[in-house]
């Protein structure tokens, strides 16, 4: 499974959890060079979050 992410940020973290809340995924993104993501994720739904600084987003992620 495949994601695309940009960012300008210089320091952050990125976590995949399934709806149980188990991380599946976690990767520090330490430059903006980073933009793939390349695991292998079961299909069903998980939440992607990215925290900087102590603010964090979460999106659903659908893997079908």
Do not use: H, M
């Amino acid at each position: 499974t495949y994601g695309d992410w940009s960012s300008d940020v210089c320091s952050s973290d990125l976590e995949i959890a399934d709806v149980s809340g188990r991380v599946a995924y976690s990767k520090d993104i330490t430059n903006a060079q980073f933009s793939t993501v390349n695991c292998q994720l079961a299909p069903g739904i998980y939440f992607v979050k990215v925290t900087d600084n102590g603010q964090s987003i979460v999106e659903k992620l659908v893997i079908e």
